[in-house]
């Protein structure tokens, strides 16, 4: 362990997560707030917390924060960032909460080129709820509503929201990284500070796209969980990005660039 | 001065002037002329117009600018207010300020774009999950829809609830002369529950989940505590020639107590002695003012576009009393002669008796 990694973010709360062994969100939720330090943003911040496992968020992040219905984190982070364009909004969004519920919501404000930064934590179920099938839930998986493996051809194909919504005009950055292991944990912390770097410059709608493990609802030891993630999530989510319209030779290019679109995506 | 103006265009004009400077909504007939103003005037005037994809969405986002310290408002119709009736529900956990309103029109399901009452229910009970209430204000004419913007506004700031001006399809949709209220220089609110960034303080959060059910049960007595005081303090009504006795007195809101105020003054052309009792705020109900109007009455008759839902509010302030009802459904208008007909058919009704 490193030295930083043993010392607190001030962004952090002394409140103990009330997650399960071996889940991502504790982790998801200390890069966060590591970047909002480094980028010093706690004091021009307001978090967006979603339903599900981490709608408790708002205990653990020393911020400003709005708790939103289930799945209109989008529309909630919205209307904030309407209201304070020179704050740094972001929501925190489960795959149930944004791939489901919440799908009209995260498409039409990353189509805006809203000005806001999305973490999506992707754990292929219904955490909170007790383990239900989601749209990110893999073919053949078992899951409470999929007893006996999601069968594609009753329940459809999961849903690849990176490269969904890297497909839209809006969006500046979209990756998709993954938590099970140190050297994973560090790229996710970087995709998640250039998230939050693009809308600090103003330049439009950020996402990262966290794979993360749910070893209560999967029924597997925690680092089975870790493996399961590298070998069969990742085969059906490919971590890397999707979409960086802040570098210039991606400026530069024709198709999906922001040039391309004459009016300015609404900020 | 005095203007002519379409009534969802006085609403509009109203909201800008009482310092609204944020509006999210979603089209729909027959409140679509308010949104249209307002995406023509707000950018002019430094506000933010956002159409959203959705009903949903539009309250959400009104719930999101509303907790930064927005005065923000949005507006739909039926089929439109049932979609953000999961968001009102937020608000008022969050006691989020916010203006709603709900132009009415014909249901159940997608029904008719004409006019209808048929919200009453929705609106004077919440509407929503769980247990709470929301301010309705009822206007009768443009004039008063113009004038009951800033009211709602100052409600929903005060009580920080969301607040609901209903209207219906006539309404919206008809010219009246009026005069606008003067300009009102928008509170720059520093309020102490205002999520925008922890500077300098310890950090807020706007929330609605209370998992501890001691809690739950806590944060639900203050908001009862709450509209127990609107209740008390914020009760509106109008009254019309009710001076001595009464024959009939007919209780009706909104566009309704237009037609029953020309019929109370054609029966007393002929001799019959009518009387209108209007509420202007539905919820809270003017049940005592109600009550001390009916008392010097034979008759109470409850006139409204739909099947019969303010008259149960009527039957229980004027408990033990029958109470005549006469509604039209399907987005079609009551008119002065069909109320006056049914004054006298229950006014002739008792002599027979």
């Not at chain 2, 300009?183 to 998992?211: E, F, H, N």
Request: glycine share 10%; net charge neutral.
């Amino acid at each position: 362990m490193s030295r930083a990694a043993s010392i607190r973010p001030k962004t952090l709360t002394a409140a103990r997560f009330h997650y399960c062994p071996g889940c991502g969100h504790g982790v998801a939720h200390r890069l966060v707030a590591e970047v909002i330090d480094e980028l010093g943003l706690r004091e021009k911040t307001v978090g967006v917390a979603s339903v599900g496992c981490s709608v408790l968020i708002y205990n653990y992040l020393d911020l400003d924060m709005q708790e939103s219905p289930h799945g209109r984190a989008p529309a909630v982070a919205t209307g904030i960032k309407r209201v304070l364009p020179d704050r740094i909004v972001f929501t925190y969004q489960g795959d149930g909460d944004l791939a489901s519920i919440g799908l009209s919501e995260i498409v039409h404000a990353a189509a805006r080129g809203e000005n806001i930064t999305v973490i999506f934590i992707n754990n292929a179920n219904y955490g909170m709820t007790g383990g239900q099938m989601a749209p990110t839930t893999l073919p053949g998986q078992k899951t409470t509503t999929s007893p006996a493996g999601r069968d594609v051809t009753r329940a459809g194909y999961p849903l690849r929201m990176a490269e969904l919504l890297a497909g839209l005009d809006g969006p500046v950055y979209i990756a998709r990284a993954a938590l099970y292991n140190p050297a994973q944990v560090v790229r996710a912390k970087k995709c998640i500070r250039k998230a939050f770097l693009c809308q600090e410059r103003g330049m439009g709608f950020s996402l990262v796209e966290i794979l993360s493990s749910c070893p209560n609802n999967w029924g597997m030891e925690p680092t089975a969980a870790l493996r399961w993630v590298e070998t069969q999530m990742t085969a059906r989510y490919p971590l890397g990005v999707f979409k960086d319209a802040t570098v210039p030779t991606v400026r530069g290019d024709t198709a999906g660039s922001r040039e391309d679109s004459s009016p300015e995506p609404g900020k | 001065m005095r203007v002519m103006m379409k009534g969802n265009e006085a609403l509009a004009e109203a909201a800008l002037r009482a310092g609204c400077r944020y509006y999210f909504g979603y089209p729909i007939t027959p409140q679509t002329e308010l949104m249209e103003y307002m995406a023509r005037r707000l950018p002019e005037i430094g506000g933010t117009f956002l159409q959203a994809e959705s009903e949903v969405a539009a309250v959400n986002m009104v719930y999101g600018a509303a907790g930064a310290g927005a005065r923000v408002m949005t507006s739909s119709s039926g089929p439109g207010i049932s979609l953000k009736q999961e968001g009102i529900s937020f608000l008022a956990s969050a006691e989020l300020p916010c203006v709603i309103v709900n132009v009415m029109r014909g249901g159940p399901g997608l029904g008719t774009i004409q006019p209808s009452q048929g919200d009453y229910f929705q609106a004077t009970r919440g509407g929503g999950h769980g247990d709470y209430r929301v301010p309705v204000l009822a206007p009768s004419s443009v004039q008063e829809t113009a004038d009951l913007v800033f009211e709602s506004f100052d409600l929903a700031e005060q009580y920080r609830t969301p607040v609901l001006l209903l209207t219906d399809g006539v309404l919206g949709q008809m010219m009246e002369p009026l005069r606008l209220p003067e300009v009102r220089t928008p509170r720059t609110s520093r309020a102490p529950w205002i999520t925008d960034g922890c500077k300098g303080r310890q950090r807020r959060i706007v929330k609605t989940l209370y998992l501890d059910p001691r809690a739950l049960e806590a944060h639900n007595l203050h908001l009862q505590a709450k509209y127990a005081q609107l209740a008390r303090e914020e009760v509106r009504s109008e009254v019309y020639g009710i001076d001595g006795g009464m024959d009939v007195l007919i209780v009706a809101f909104g566009i309704c107590a237009r037609a029953a105020r020309t019929a109370v003054d054609n029966l007393r052309e002929k001799g019959l002695r009518a009387g209108l009792f209007r509420p202007v705020t539905l919820w809270p109900f003017p049940g005592a003012a109600l009550e001390a109007a009916a008392l010097a009455a034979r008759h109470v008759l409850t006139v409204e576009l739909n099947a019969g839902q303010m008259v149960e509010d009527v039957r229980l302030a004027l408990s033990g009393r029958e109470i005549a009802f006469h509604g039209r459904m399907g987005g079609i208008m009551i008119t002065a002669s069909e109320i006056e007909a049914e004054v006298q058919r229950i006014s002739e009704g008792s002599e027979a008796a």
